[in-house]
Structure formats: C-alpha cells, structure tokens
C-alpha cells in the first residue's frame, strides 16, 4: 500500500494550498496527498473524492518523487516552438503592412510562396499569438495632405483650444452631414447563429442634410444644428453663423474647404462677419481629423440611430434631430439633482 508521511513544513503547505488553490484539479490533489497521510488507503481516497484508485496512486507515487510540483497538470504536447514561431511572425508582418486587405486563406498562400507551409487555421492561431486583430478597415485622407500646411493646422488648432479652455474665445467645429433613408452599415449584439437585416430603401431624393457647429470647450459645451430636405446655399450657411450664441469674446469657427464654405457669398461676407465677432479658420485640404465635428456625425450616424431603414422622409429628419438633440443635451453640465436622484 502506497502512504504518504509528511512533515509539519509540507502540512503546511498543503493547507495554504487548499485555502489558495482555485483549480478543483490542484485542490483534490491536495486532498488525496492529505487522506494519505491521514491514513487512508488508495482506493478509499479514489472512492470519497471519485476516482479511480490507479489515479490516486499514480499521484501519491508522483508526490513522494517529486514534492509539490506533482500537485500541478503538466503541460501536454512538446514545448512551444519558438522558433518556428518567430519565421512566421517575421513573415507575417511585411505582409500585414502592405495597403491591402488580408484573409487567412489569402495569408496561407502568400506564406507558401516564401516557403512556409500553414492552413488558414493554423494562420489564425500565429495572427491571434501575435497580437493581430480581424478589424474594419478605415478611410484615410492623410496621404493626400501637404505635410508643412497640416502640421500648421495643428498648431494652430492646439493655440485656439487652448484659448477656448481658458475663456478668450468661443471655438466652434463647423460642417455639413447628409443622411439617406438607408443608413451605412454597423454592428449590432444578436443572438447566436442570427444576423441583423436592414430593409434597404433607395435615396430617391429623400436625404436629410443637417448643418452643425460643435463648440466643446468652456464650462457648457454645446451643438448647434440646422436641418433641412434640400442642398444648402450660401445664404443658409451665414444664417447658421449669425445664429450662434452672442458671446463677449470673439466666435472663431474652424471649417473646412468646402463649396458652400468658400462661395463668393460666403467671401464676401467674412468682413461684415468679423465685425460682428465671427471670424472663420479655413482647414487645409484633406485634413477632417482637425475638425471635431467629424466625431459627433460619427457617433450619430453609426450609434445614434437604432432603426437604419427609414420609408418616409419625415420620419428621418425626426429620427435625426432627435440623435442630435440628445448627443446635445448629454453634453450639458448635470445638475445637482441630476447627479443625486432622490431615492
């Protein structure tokens, strides 16, 4: 009969081990080394925990040649190959690199032209060790930029967000925003095994425009926004300037380039509106990462629109309005109420 002897040392040991110890599989190990020195036999310990008796003995034989590290689930299979691992790696990331999309099965073929024999299974579990994520890609504009006007443009940028924080002006990101009856694709939760279908209505004339202003520096950030189911003119675009709130500081309003932001309408106008408090900072081309106002259209469109089909066009302008208003009114300070519900 196979019997364990323990010294106080290793009692306790086994003791913090089974007050420590969260995987069952240590845990009963534990407990059969200490049934043995207990006095049990084999097969009672087998019996009371539910093994079978050759397990326990093979434990007990493993604890007395081995100590404690015979408590813990050996590793199966050989050890890791690290450098296999490192060759594919190494060519997985040039590739990776490149301006294209990639599918596994499209990897496991690039990978054999170099020489390197993988499955597109077997490509997924190196992509997942590496780190790599199957991701949407994104649109980008920025190697179309002039590198010295877009550096400038953060500069200056930075110089008027900081006035902003501090109280010398009002900053506002201005821009234009279409939405169409159906709206782009996105994600959802669904069930497993399900996919969420999006009835698909043609524009035909029915998108909705909205013109917005986000201003989200100072103790009340704020969204303003005009809609409209027509294109904007000139006259339109000064209307929306002149609505801004009055301020004792000067309106700086950070645009783009656009048709409607550079018509000989809106030209003429900037000295009448500088001398009304608004002064208007041209972007320069292909630059949307500077214009806050990309964000908020983002987050509208994308999460703020739960239904993405839409039959009437009344029925969206509303349902857009409704978006914007609330993106609006999360930006407002809470109130004391507000952060201290009764209960």
């Not at 407990?31 to 207990?38: K, R, T």
Request: net charge positive; glycine share 6%.
């Amino acid at each position: 009969m196979i019997r364990t002897t323990l010294d106080n040392s290793t009692r306790d040991e086994l003791q913090r081990l089974r007050r420590t110890e969260r995987s069952p599989v240590v845990r009963d190990r534990v407990e059969m080394v200490g049934l043995s020195d207990a006095g049990w036999s084999a097969p009672k310990i087998a019996q009371h925990l539910g093994y079978n008796p050759q397990t326990v003995r093979d434990l007990l034989r493993a604890f007395l040649a081995r100590g404690t590290a015979a408590l813990y689930p050996s590793r199966r299979g050989p050890a890791p190959d690290t450098e296999r691992f490192e060759q594919v790696a190494n060519a997985l990331r040039p590739l990776l690199e490149r301006p294209r999309t990639w599918s596994s099965g499209q990897l496991s073929r690039a990978l054999a032209e170099a020489g390197i024999e993988l499955g597109p299974r077997q490509v997924r579990r190196y992509l997942r060790r590496m780190g790599a994520k199957y991701r949407r890609t994104a649109q980008t504009l920025k190697h179309k930029q002039d590198p010295a006007r877009a550096a400038r443009a953060a500069r200056v940028v930075d110089n008027l967000e900081a006035r902003a924080a501090a109280g010398q002006l009002k900053l506002y990101y201005l821009d234009e925003c279409g939405f169409s009856p159906t709206l782009p694709v996105g994600s959802s939760w669904t069930l497993p095994g399900r996919r969420k279908l999006v009835e698909y209505e043609a524009p035909q004339g029915r998108r909705v425009n909205v013109l917005a202003a986000y201003r989200p520096h100072g103790p009340t950030p704020r969204l303003d926004v005009f809609t409209a189911e027509r294109t904007w003119r000139g006259h339109d675009f000064l209307a929306f300037l002149r609505a801004l709130p009055w301020a004792p500081v000067p309106r700086v309003v950070v645009l783009d380039n656009g048709p409607l932001h550079t018509s000989g309408l809106a030209r003429a106008a900037r000295p009448e509106l500088a001398r009304e408090g608004i002064y208007l900072y041209y972007l320069p081309s292909y630059s949307p990462e500077f214009n806050r106002i990309e964000g908020v259209f983002r987050q509208v469109k994308y999460q703020g629109l739960p239904q993405r089909s839409y039959t009437r066009r009344l029925e969206l302008r509303e349902a857009v309005e409704r978006s914007f208003w609330e993106y609006g009114r999360d930006l407002r300070p809470k109130t004391r109420k507000q952060l201290c519900p009764a209960a």
